[in-house]
């Protein structure tokens, strides 16, 4: 509940993903509840830490260390604290659930003959500068998938969507590189494939990223919360869920997910 005190405003920003989103807005009303006034801003993956390097940023949500972001974080990690995971994300590729396991289990039955010849050779992500997207360019060389006529393709948010929506749709045979959390896993139980090379970066840690500055002006109480605050993928996805398909803006996801009339964040 916001305590009526006005405390120093804050900027707090995401990457511009809308799993992102729902994790931002979580700690915006974190915050808000203990009297800050709060700014959010976006941008994409390494666009973000810059921002923040450059002081322009109080808290990140969230760094996914060390595998995704960590070369990003890594030239100003002196002057911040990284707080304790809010949740546990990881990188998959990932096949429709009408695909069979026995024909498609691994990335490498991408290679063979009888399912390189069914499966669409394109593979879209999302922006370059995501973990994903860095992962998913590599995995391609490393199978040798470019000899069986895959290639990786980054794009939006949306094109990722359309595509794996229209495939579903067509009941395509195609491989996607997605992670968790992301609602389309609740929406299609889309099969993750196994990696045994792991290129995929295992899993990471999904921290907000706070200066030093902030850290000396943000409410005792309120960095208590985010201590303690756990999403888990699960809640995270719930919350992605809820902007995406019910349609509701990500402080209202946040507002439903938390249940404003009493449920703690820790």
Not at 240 to 265: C, E, F, H, S
Request: glycine letters at 10%.
């Amino acid at each position: 509940m916001d305590t009526g005190i006005r405390r120093p405003a804050l900027t707090v920003g995401n990457i511009s993903l809308s799993f992102h989103r729902a994790a931002a807005a979580v700690t915006r009303r974190v915050l808000e509840d203990s009297g800050h006034e709060v700014r959010t801003v976006e941008a994409p993956h390494q666009q973000l830490f810059e921002v923040q390097a450059a002081g322009e940023l109080d808290v990140l949500v969230s760094a996914w260390l060390p595998s995704s972001h960590g070369k990003y974080l890594s030239p100003y990690r002196d002057h911040v604290q990284v707080l304790p995971a809010h949740y546990e994300p990881y990188c998959v590729w990932a096949v429709p659930p009408y695909v069979p396991a026995d024909a498609v289990g691994e990335v490498a039955d991408l290679a063979r003959p009888d399912v390189a010849g069914r499966m669409t050779g394109t593979i879209d992500g999302i922006n370059p500068g995501a973990g994903i997207s860095r992962f998913s360019a590599q995995m391609v060389r490393e199978y040798g998938l470019d000899r069986h006529g895959y290639a990786f393709r980054p794009g939006t948010e949306q094109s990722f969507v359309s595509r794996v929506e229209r495939g579903i749709a067509e009941r395509e045979w195609f491989v996607i590189p997605l992670w968790r959390p992301q609602y389309l896993n609740l929406l299609h139980g889309l099969r993750p494939l196994a990696e045994p090379k792991g290129l995929l970066g295992g899993v990471d840690s999904a921290s907000p990223v706070v200066t030093k500055r902030a850290m000396d002006v943000i409410a005792p109480e309120a960095l208590e919360r985010l201590h303690k605050l756990r999403l888990g993928n699960e809640g995270v996805e719930a919350i992605d869920k809820l902007i995406n398909v019910d349609g509701l803006a990500p402080l209202d996801a946040a507002d439903r997910y938390l249940g404003r009339a009493g449920a703690a964040t820790g």
